[in-house]
């Protein structure tokens, strides 16, 4: 062996030497045993030192699939940092979990000019975990509550959630630590808790109107905009647009939230999206001509102000100048979708 094989490798030689001194001086059993002891704290010891984190973001990096009024866009891009997360990868046990807790922890301690408001962590690639991380665990979560900010847990495989849910030292309460199923659910969870923080500028909106106003250029054009606009509410549950239906209409959503959903033979809809209040819904199919290629629920009480293909015609041929700030406002708002779909792949690609 070189001496720079041996500097590499000497936790190995010194296993190695052990458990030759064992067997001389004990027996052959003897050193066997202790060699699997001995590995066995060698491989704890070596494994701690890998990082099970695999790409850490905050609220600026990665977003939820929610489309937000521009007032709150703004505000969680400036105010992103407070929501930090974490893709944990790999096996998680006593060693790599403490590890983890404590660069955690020490996070906490040197955020002391915009503190961490939710903290998340995401299971994705983790493939399992044993039952001593469910201890590590409950200290983030108190160090959490300690710092009054909240742990989310996301993408969780049953067995891991099983583990961390047993016995008097279950991590998640429902108060302080709280599950997901997706990451994006959790990233929209942190979003709103930060946004409930701020409600001088949560409720800063003011009148529709008045927003409308700004996104069409003044109030002269607005008005002629808003002529040919119709007024609807839905309940939760009530559907503002099939899939495959004829690309008729663009709904401008005023209050509510709703969900955007693709419909799989012999599956479960999946959802897309996430709408809130100022959000725009159906332009791509409107301008394109092609069939809806998603269907959109209500998922609270919601209004809207639906321009149908009629109306936007007969405003072309009355007033060119609001058809014209009605496009330009629809091209503003596919422009922040590429941006935002953009950011998630690049996002992702790290």
Same mark, same amino acid.
């Given at each position: 062996?070189s001496?720079?094989?041996?500097?590499?490798?000497?936790?190995?030689?010194l296993?190695?030497?052990?458990?030759?001194?064992?067997?001389?001086?004990?027996?052959?059993?003897?050193?066997?045993?202790?060699g699997?002891?001995g590995?066995?704290?060698?491989?704890?010891?070596?494994?701690?030192?890998?990082?099970?984190v695999?790409?850490?973001?905050?609220?600026?990096?990665?977003?939820?699939?929610?489309?937000?009024?521009?007032?709150?866009a703004?505000?969680?891009?400036?105010e992103?940092?407070?929501?930090?997360?974490?893709?944990?990868?790999?096996?998680?046990?006593?060693?790599?979990?403490?590890?983890?807790?404590?660069?955690?922890?020490?996070?906490?301690?040197?955020r002391?000019?915009?503190?961490i408001?939710?903290?998340?962590?995401?299971?994705?690639?983790?493939?399992?975990?044993?039952?001593?991380?469910?201890?590590?665990?409950?200290?983030?979560?108190?160090?959490?509550?300690?710092?009054?900010?909240?742990?989310?847990?996301?993408?969780?495989?049953?067995a891991?959630?099983?583990?961390?849910?047993?016995?008097?030292?279950?991590?998640?309460?429902?108060?302080?630590?709280?599950?997901?199923?997706?990451?994006?659910?959790?990233?929209e969870?942190?979003?709103?808790?930060?946004?409930?923080?701020?409600?001088?500028?949560?409720?800063?909106?003011?009148?529709?109107?008045?927003?409308?106003?700004?996104?069409?250029?003044?109030e002269?054009?607005?008005?002629?905009?808003?002529?040919?606009?119709?007024?609807?509410?839905?309940?939760?549950?009530?559907?503002?647009?099939?899939?495959?239906?004829?690309?008729?209409?663009?709904?401008?959503?005023?209050?509510?939230?709703?969900?955007?959903?693709?419909?799989?033979?012999?599956?479960?809809?999946?959802?897309?999206?996430?709408?809130?209040?100022?959000?725009?819904?159906?332009?791509?199919?409107?301008?394109?001509?092609?069939?809806? !290629? $998603?269907?959109?629920? /209500? &998922? *609270?009480?919601?209004?809207?102000?639906?321009? #149908?293909?009629? +109306?936007?015609?007969?405003?072309? !041929? $009355?007033?060119?100048? /609001? &058809? *014209?700030?009605?496009?330009?406002?629809?091209? #503003?708002?596919? +422009?922040?979708?590429?941006?935002? !779909?953009?950011?998630?792949? /690049?996002?992702?690609?790290?």
């Amino acid at each position: 062996l070189s001496w720079g094989s041996l500097a590499r490798n000497w936790p190995e030689f010194l296993l190695t030497c052990l458990i030759a001194a064992l067997i001389l001086t004990t027996g052959y059993l003897e050193g066997l045993a202790g060699g699997l002891v001995g590995a066995a704290l060698l491989f704890a010891y070596t494994y701690s030192r890998v990082s099970v984190v695999r790409r850490a973001f905050s609220r600026r990096d990665r977003s939820s699939a929610v489309d937000r009024m521009p007032e709150h866009a703004r505000l969680l891009a400036e105010e992103g940092g407070r929501i930090q997360g974490f893709d944990l990868h790999g096996y998680l046990f006593f060693a790599t979990s403490s590890r983890l807790v404590e660069d955690l922890k020490r996070r906490f301690q040197e955020r002391t000019d915009a503190p961490i408001t939710s903290l998340i962590l995401d299971f994705r690639l983790v493939s399992g975990v044993d039952v001593t991380t469910a201890f590590s665990f409950a200290k983030l979560r108190n160090a959490c509550e300690e710092h009054g900010a909240t742990l989310l847990l996301s993408g969780m495989q049953p067995a891991v959630a099983e583990t961390l849910a047993a016995g008097r030292q279950s991590v998640v309460d429902g108060r302080v630590a709280r599950r997901f199923e997706t990451l994006d659910g959790a990233l929209e969870w942190a979003e709103e808790d930060l946004l409930r923080g701020h409600a001088d500028v949560a409720g800063a909106d003011g009148e529709f109107g008045r927003w409308l106003a700004r996104q069409f250029g003044g109030e002269e054009i607005a008005g002629a905009v808003m002529e040919h606009l119709e007024r609807l509410t839905f309940a939760a549950g009530d559907r503002l647009v099939e899939q495959g239906a004829p690309p008729d209409s663009v709904d401008l959503i005023v209050s509510g939230r709703v969900g955007v959903f693709l419909e799989r033979p012999g599956a479960p809809p999946l959802r897309l999206r996430s709408m809130a209040s100022h959000a725009v819904i159906g332009e791509m199919g409107f301008y394109r001509g092609h069939p809806r !290629a $998603a269907a959109v629920v /209500a &998922a *609270a009480e919601t209004t809207t102000l639906r321009m #149908r293909r009629d +109306a936007y015609d007969r405003m072309a !041929a $009355a007033h060119p100048a /609001a &058809a *014209a700030a009605f496009d330009r406002f629809i091209i #503003r708002t596919l +422009a922040d979708r590429l941006t935002y !779909a953009n950011s998630e792949l /690049a996002g992702h690609a790290l």
